[in-house]
C-alpha cells in the first residue's frame, strides 16, 4: 500500500466516527441491540442514515464486516435520497466508518481512499480544529448512538446533544435527542421534573414525533397530571396507530392508570406485529401481576384458580424476555419474586443467582438485588445470617436509591428483633451499631458498639467505630 500503515492509523483516530467514539461491545447485548434497530429502521422513517451507521458498526462488533459495508452503502443512498445538497457534510461520518471498516479488512488502498474524502469534505467547510462544533449533525450522532449504547452512555449523550443544541437551538431531531436523554437521566421519583421542559419543546418544534409525545405523556403522568397526559397519548396513538413504539409506552401508561384490560389489548395487539419483543412480554407480564395483586387486595381468600393463573402467566411471560434478552436484569427480579409468589423457592434461587452474574449491573442494580435476595432470605429461607449479609452489601453500595434505604429498614428491624430476642452474637450489635451510625443516630450506634465490645473485646474494628463516634459527638 502506498501508505505505511502507522501513519494511516493515525489518520484514522483523528476520524469523527463509530470507531473513534469508544461505544465498548461489552456494554451491550449485540445481538438484541442489532435486532433493535432493525426494527427502527423498518418503523421510523426519521433517523434511516444513523440507524444504518450503527448497524454497520455492531456488524463489525459482530465480525461481519461485508455486512458492514453494506449498511454503510444504504446509508449513503439515504443521504443522497434526503439531502442531495450536503452529501458531503452529511456523509462524514458514513465515510469515517467506511474507511476504519476497510482497514480492518487490511484493504488499505481503499481505507487510505476514504481518509481523503472526508478531508475533502471537510475542506469545504469553514476551517476549524474542532470539526464537530461546524457539524452539530455530528454531536447529534454521537448522541444517538451513545442513547443506544445504555445507561452508561447517557451522560455522554446529553453532552453531544446539547453541544447539538449551541449550535442550533431551534432544531427539532437535536431537540427530541436531548429531551430524551434528559428523561432517561431522570430519577422518576423526584418531584421537580427536569425534563418536562425539554420534552414540551421537542413537541412542539415537532407535533408529529409520536415518540417524544408518548415520553412527554408518561411524564406529565409521573407528575400526577394524567389527564393532560392523556391527551397526548391519545393524540399519539392516533397519528401512528401501528407504531412497537408508541403502543409499547401506551400499553404502560394505562396499566399504571388501573385501566388493565385497555393495557392487555394494546399490548396484545403489538405481538401479533413484533412477537419477539421482550418489553412488550414484560409489559404483559407486569399487566397480569397488577390483576394479581388487585385481586389479593379485594378479597381476603381470592379464588385459588385465579390466583394460580396470574402467577403462570406472569411467569411466563418474565421467563420470555429473559429468553430474548438474557441481561435485562429487572426482568430476573420480577421474575424471581413470582417464583416466590408462587413457593417455588429452588426456582426463585436460581433466577437470583442467574441475576448476579449478570456483567452489565450499575451498582443501583446491585443494591436492589441485595434487597430482595436479602428479603427472600429472610422471610421465605428464614436464613437469617445470609439476609443480613445481603442487606448489609446494600448498604456498602453507594447510590442514594429508594432501595438503599429499603436495605437499611430491613437491617434494622431484623437485628432489633434478634437482639429482642436475646442474641448474644458480637456482629449483630457491631452491624446495627454500623446502621445507626448510617441513619445519624450517635448516640444509639455507641451503646451498640459498647455491647459488641463487650462480647467481643478484642476486635479492633469495633473499637476504632466506638472511638471515631466519641470523637464525632
Known sequence: ????????KSSLLKLECYFTWTLLKEDVDLDEMEEKVNHQIEFFTKSKVTNYNL?????HLNNSNEEALSNLHKAEEEVKRKHPDEIARRSLVTWGNYAWIYYHMERYKEAEAYVSKVKTGLRNLPSTPQWKAQCPEIYAEEGWACLKFGRKYHRRANDCFANALRQE????EFNAGYAITV????NPFKRQSLSLAPLKRAVELDPDNTFVTVLLALKLQDLNQTEEGEIYMEEAMKKTPDLPYVLRYAAKFYRRKGELQKALEILKKTLEVTPNSSFFHHQLGLCYRSELFRLKEATRCPPREQVDKLIQLCIFHFKTVIEIKPKFFYVHVDLANMYIEAKRYEEAEEVFQKAFQINILSDADKQQLYYYYGTFNHFHMRNESEAIEYYTKGLEMKPQSPYFTKCKNALKSLLQSRIQRGSKDATDFGTLGFVYDLTGEKHEAIRCYEQALELNPD???????LCELRLSI
Do not use: G, I
Open 459 to 465: 476486635s479492633e474494628e469495633y473499637l476504632s467505630a
Open 169 to 172: 437551538p431551534n432544531n427539532p
Open 55 to 59: 448497524l454497520s458498526y455492531l456488524c
Open 183 to 186: 428523561y432517561r437521566l431522570e
Open 1 to 8: 500500500s502506498s501508505v505505511p500503515k502507522n501513519s494511516l
